[in-house]
C-alpha cells in the first residue's frame, strides 16, 4: 500500500475537509482528490463521503484511518533507527520521568543506561504519571517511569522497579510532629489533607488515599507538585503523604516528617511501556536495575505487572 497516500489520507480523516487538508500537506486541492480517489481505487471501496462543508469517513474510511496512523508511526520510526544506523548510533529510547520520583533509582538507572550505551540516542522529557501514560498510548514514547496500577490503560506492559514508602508530611508545629511512636490512621482521620489533583495519577491517588486515609481524606487543597505540595504543609495548611525518597531529596524547613503504623503504606515505581514499542532498546534498560527487583525481558502481558 502506498505510504504517501496513506499519510495524505491520515491528514484529510483528522481534518475532514479537503481544503484544510490540501492547506495542511502543501498541495493544490484537486490533487489531493486525485489521491483520495486512487486509493480509494487500490482499496477497492469508498472512504469518504464528500458533504457541503466538508467531508465524512465511511466505516471502511474509520479502519483505513486507525491503520494508517499505526502504519505511518512504525514507518517513522523504521526510518528513525536506519538514520540513526547512518549516523552511527545503535538506536534511540524516548523516555520520560515522573515529577513524583527524580533521584534514586530513576536518576542511577538513566546515568548508567548512559554510560554503557553512548551509541543509542537518549531523548527524555519528564511529566505526571497521566501524561507519561498518554504519550506512550500516541507513540510518542518508547518507554516511562510511572506510578502504577494503570487502570486507565490496560493495554500498557510495566515492570515494578521498587516500593517507596509513604510517609506523614505534618508542619513543625502539629501537635503530632513531636511524636516519638509511629502514627496511627485514628489520630489524622480528620485532619485537612493536601494532594496533587486525582488526574495527575489516578492510580497512585487512589492507592494513597485508600491506604493513609481509609475512610476517605478531607482534602482541602491541591498542590500540583511535591515541592508545592510540601510548601503547603509547611505553611500549615494541612497535612499530606509523600513518598519517602521525594520527602527526603526536598527536605523543605517547617515540614516533619513521620512513619506511619502498620500495615506500611506505600506506592510503587514502575518502568512502563507500549507493545509497540523498540522492545531491543527497552529491555537494556532493565538489567541495570540495582536492588528494585527488576531484570530480564519485558514479556508481560498487558494490564498486568510484568513478573522479573
Known amino acids: 500500500m502506498d505510504l504517501r497516500r496513506l499519510g ?3 491528514v484529510l480523516a483528522e481534518e475532514l475537509n479537503f481544503t484544510r487538508a490540501a492547506r495542511r500537506l502543501h498541495i493544490a486541492q484537486p ?21 457541503s462543508k ?34 552511527g548510533r545503535a538506536g534511540r529510547l524516548r523516555l520520560a520521568y ?10 542511577a538507572l538513566v546515568s548508567e543506561f548512559r554510560s554503557r550505551y553512548g551509541d543509542i540516542e537518549l531523548s527524555v522529557q519528564t511529566g505526571w504519571t497521566s501524561h507519561n501514560v498518554a504519550e506512550l498510548r500516541a507513540g510518542r514514547l518508547d518507554a516511562a517511569f510511572v506510578r502504577p496500577p494503570l487502570d486507565e490503560a490496560p493495554e500498557l506492559r510495566y515492570v515494578v522497579l521498587s516500593e517507596e514508602e509513604l510517609l506523614l508530611a505534618l508542619p513543625t508545629g502539629h501537635p503530632l510532629a513531636g511524636l516519638r511512636t509511629r502514627i496511627t490512621r485514628e489520630q489524622i482521620a480528620d485532619e485537612p489533607v493536601i494532594l496533587f489533583p486525582r488526574e495527575n495519577g489516578p492510580g497512585m491517588h487512589d492507592l494513597i488515599t485508600r491506604q493513609v486515609w481509609p475512610g476517605g481524606p478531607r482534602i482541602v487543597r491541591e498542590e500540583p507538585d511535591d515541592e508545592q505540595l510540601l510548601l503547603a504543609v509547611a505553611a500549615a495548611h494541612g497535612i499530606s503523604a509523600v513518598p519517602a525518597g521525594r520527602a527526603h531529596a526536598l527536605r523543605l524547613p517547617g515540614v516533619r516528617l513521620r512513619h506511619l503504623t502498620a500495615p506500611v503504606p506505600t506506592v510503587p515505581l514502575a518502568l512502563a511501556y507500549h507493545p509497540g514499542a523498540d522492545l531491543r532498546v527497552v529491555n537494556l534498560l532493565l538489567p541495570l536495575v540495582g536492588g528494585g527487583g527488576a531484570g530480564g525481558p519485558v514479556t508481560g502481558g498487558a494490564g498486568v505487572p510484568d513478573q522479573p
Open 98 to 107: 515522573t515529577r513524583s520520583a527524580r533521584g534514586g533509582v530513576v536518576d
Open 31 to 51: 490533487a489531493l482528490s486525485q489521491q483520495i480517489q486512487a486509493l480509494e481505487r487500490q482499496i477497492g471501496a469508498r472512504l469518504v463521503v464528500r458533504e
Open 8 to 10: 495524505y489520507f491520515a
Open 54 to 87: 466538508g467531508c465524512s469517513l465511511t466505516p471502511v474510511g474509520v479502519v483505513v484511518a486507525e491503520e494508517a496512523d499505526r502504519l505511518l508511526r512504525q514507518a517513522e520510526a523504521a526510518e528513525r533507527r536506519i538514520q540513526a544506523a547512518v549516523r
